[in-house]
């Protein structure tokens, strides 16, 4: 799925200078620990071996197909005399199917340690390509973390009726327009990231809820104020262009923030998908980024923002009672930037269903 056809209308000068006003002085409050359902510092036990059964079904991504799709996924592999075995990497268990002397050699005790790799693709003699699809891609990645969470059943339930598609450049190039400009992207921004997923190696997370911040003082009262230590400002070209997926530490903890050039995204709610745990509020302590972590999009929050993008008067992301869609702030209140019904949630945590 493509946005091409939402390209942002010309800019318009509409927005009038804001009077500076001076800050009063806060008492800041230290608020409450994050809602945890399990403490993920503390080391997790360790998990229990699948069964020869689940082994074959999880081979294929079945554990939560349909009985009669089990039932044929079984009999193949019956038929075809495969041998299942489990790949442990990180506490995290993966089923494979093999022949009797493949499972036997790779289950010997050995000190030595190979590679995985992808086999060459078959050629098509009549026309020299390749014949067979190549499944290690980005929609068998999404489609693997969503469908292979055997002790989430219920989430793995729930995002089985979801679509996702990788961040792309055109994603960036959008969130990183300017507000002042575009001011329906302070709106568009956190809706389309609304039921996004992180994907860190083994760890993922789906993104609940996202608060939107402008870069620029004018247009926010909140914006994010430059370290020199550290910041969600991107400097340099990454796999997504000018994004940035971080961690930053603060006085009110560990905060996850996507970041362009022009606003940053901070994440106040979030789902382990591979074990149980919770984050509310603007702490982040289940998942850790790096340079290397892919952004998946909800498709159904793409569709939303859509007809959003080319509407220069919207002045809320979603349609839900008023207090849901703003930000969790504790100062600034005679700003009007403090009020802007921004704050957007994923379809699978909507505060009513």
Same mark, same amino acid.
């Given at each position: 799925?493509?946005?091409?056809?939402?390209?942002?209308?010309?800019?318009?000068?509409?927005?009038?200078?804001?009077?500076?006003?001076?800050?009063?002085?806060?008492?800041?409050?230290?608020?409450?620990?994050?809602?945890?359902?399990?403490?993920?510092?503390?080391?997790?036990?360790?998990?229990?071996?699948?069964?020869?059964?689940?082994?074959?079904?999880?081979?294929?991504?079945?554990?939560?197909?349909?009985?009669?799709?089990?039932?044929?996924?079984?009999?193949?592999?019956?038929?075809?005399? #495969?041998?299942?075995?489990?790949?442990?990497?990180?506490?995290?268990?993966?089923?494979?199917?093999?022949?009797?002397? =493949? &499972? @036997?050699?790779?289950?010997?005790?050995?000190?030595?340690?190979?590679? #995985?790799?992808?086999? =060459?693709?078959?050629?098509?003699?009549?026309?020299?390509?390749?014949?067979?699809?190549?499944?290690?891609?980005?929609?068998?990645?999404?489609?693997?973390?969503?469908?292979?969470?055997?002790?989430?059943?219920?989430?793995?339930?729930?995002?089985?009726?979801?679509?996702?598609?990788?961040?792309?450049?055109?994603?960036?190039?959008?969130?990183?327009?300017? #507000?002042?400009?575009?001011?329906?992207?302070?709106?568009?921004?956190?809706?389309?990231? &609304?039921?996004?997923?992180?994907?860190?190696?083994?760890?993922?997370?789906?993104?609940?809820?996202?608060?939107?911040?402008?870069?620029?003082?004018?247009?926010? &009262?909140?914006?994010?104020?430059?370290?020199?230590?550290?910041?969600?400002?991107?400097? @340099?070209?990454?796999?997504?262009?000018?994004?940035?997926?971080?961690?930053?530490?603060?006085?009110?903890?560990?905060?996850?923030?996507?970041?362009?050039?022009?606003?940053?995204?901070?994440?106040?709610?979030?789902?382990?998908?591979?074990?149980?745990?919770?984050?509310?509020?603007?702490?982040?302590?289940?998942?850790?980024?790096?340079?290397?972590?892919?952004?998946?999009?909800?498709?159904?929050?793409?569709?939303?923002?859509?007809?959003?993008?080319?509407?220069?008067?919207?002045?809320?992301?979603?349609?839900?009672?008023?207090?849901?869609?703003?930000?969790?702030?504790?100062?600034?209140?005679?700003?009007?930037?403090?009020?802007?019904?921004?704050?957007?949630?994923?379809?699978?945590?909507?505060?009513?269903?």
């Amino acid at each position: 799925m493509t946005i091409s056809d939402t390209s942002l209308p010309e800019p318009k000068n509409s927005l009038q200078d804001l009077k500076d006003v001076s800050p009063s002085e806060i008492i800041h409050h230290i608020p409450p620990e994050d809602l945890i359902i399990g403490n993920s510092s503390k080391p997790h036990k360790k998990r229990k071996l699948l069964s020869h059964s689940q082994t074959i079904l999880a081979s294929n991504d079945s554990i939560t197909a349909e009985t009669q799709e089990k039932t044929d996924k079984l009999m193949i592999a019956k038929l075809g005399r #495969w041998v299942p075995i489990i790949y442990e990497c990180e506490s995290e268990h993966h089923g494979l199917l093999t022949s009797t002397r =493949a &499972a @036997t050699m790779l289950l010997q005790e050995s000190s030595q340690t190979g590679a #995985w790799k992808k086999p =060459a693709a078959d050629l098509d003699p009549s026309i020299g390509v390749p014949c067979v699809k190549d499944y290690c891609n980005s929609d068998s990645l999404i489609e693997h973390i969503k469908s292979t969470r055997y002790d989430l059943r219920q989430a793995a339930k729930k995002l089985s009726t979801t679509l996702h598609e990788e961040f792309t450049l055109e994603h960036s190039n959008i969130l990183s327009r300017d #507000w002042l400009e575009y001011p329906q992207l302070r709106y568009c921004g956190s809706q389309m990231l &609304a039921g996004a997923i992180l994907a860190e190696g083994q760890n993922s997370i789906l993104l609940n809820t996202v608060e939107p911040y402008s870069r620029d003082p004018l247009l926010d &009262a909140h914006y994010e104020r430059l370290s020199a230590d550290q910041s969600s400002f991107p400097e @340099t070209l990454d796999i997504y262009g000018f994004l940035s997926i971080c961690l930053i530490d603060t006085q009110d903890g560990k905060k996850l923030i996507i970041g362009t050039r022009t606003c940053n995204f901070l994440v106040t709610s979030s789902m382990r998908l591979n074990f149980h745990s919770v984050n509310l509020g603007p702490s982040t302590t289940h998942f850790t980024p790096t340079n290397k972590t892919r952004l998946f999009l909800d498709k159904a929050s793409l569709d939303v923002v859509k007809p959003m993008l080319r509407n220069e008067t919207v002045n809320e992301c979603q349609q839900m009672p008023i207090l849901y869609q703003l930000r969790q702030l504790r100062s600034k209140f005679d700003r009007l930037s403090t009020y802007t019904k921004c704050r957007a949630s994923s379809f699978t945590s909507h505060p009513f269903l």
